[in-house]
């Protein structure tokens, strides 16, 4: 852990003497963040239901990204800040490894799966937004250090990528498919011949 890190993680975090108003917004954005994101979502695929499908897929991509970060922070091991008497938290955490961070990957990764479609592209701008001021609000809790959220941003960048094209390889086959359609319609199919009496 270099010097700087430590002193951009002294600068975020509450610390021993947090303005309490201050505290009360990041304990709030902490907890309830993700539920904040989970609003945003909803409110834009009932807006705009012919892009229901995409959302439920990209939901499905936030489960893996969870599933995957969760795996890759086990790996890499790194402990949280308050663990390691460097700040206090003001939230209830566990010990878990808090590198590249879930929070940060999933939300970052659905900010940015909305902003590549033009339709859900304000949901998106909205989306980034929460998951900036959630990422500053556990830093400032004292349960992740900056590069955590930094991380979590960068993989969820990487995962919303992935999930781009996987979406747009969905897209193509179905185009080409229905794209059949017409000539396969076209098309006189062999019938069963009918049992004589």
Not at 94 to 116: C, E, K, Q, R, Y
Request: net charge positive; proline share 6%.
């Amino acid at each position: 852990m270099n010097e700087f890190h430590l002193d951009l993680l002294r600068w975020l975090a509450a610390g021993t003497q947090p303005t309490p108003w201050v505290l009360s917004i990041a304990i709030g954005l902490a907890l309830g963040g993700a539920w904040l994101s989970a609003a945003i979502i909803g409110a834009a695929a009932w807006r705009r239901p012919g892009n229901w499908t995409y959302a439920f897929f990209v939901l499905a991509g936030a489960g893996l990204t969870a599933m995957l970060c969760q795996d890759i922070a086990a790996r890499i091991n790194m402990p949280r800040p308050f663990i390691m008497g460097l700040v206090p938290a003001y939230i209830s955490h566990g010990a878990s490894a808090a590198l590249p961070s879930t929070h940060a990957s999933v939300m970052f990764m659905v900010a940015f799966a909305f902003l590549a479609r033009p339709a859900l592209r304000t949901a998106g701008v909205a989306l980034f937004v929460v998951a900036a001021a959630t990422g500053w609000a556990r830093i400032h809790v004292g349960v992740h250090f900056p590069l955590d959220i930094a991380a979590g941003l960068m993989f969820g960048a990487l995962m919303a990528g992935l999930l781009g094209a996987a979406w747009w390889m969905l897209e193509l086959g179905t185009r080409r498919l229905v794209g059949r359609m017409p000539s396969l319609s076209g098309k006189r199919w062999p019938t069963m011949p009918r049992s004589r009496a």
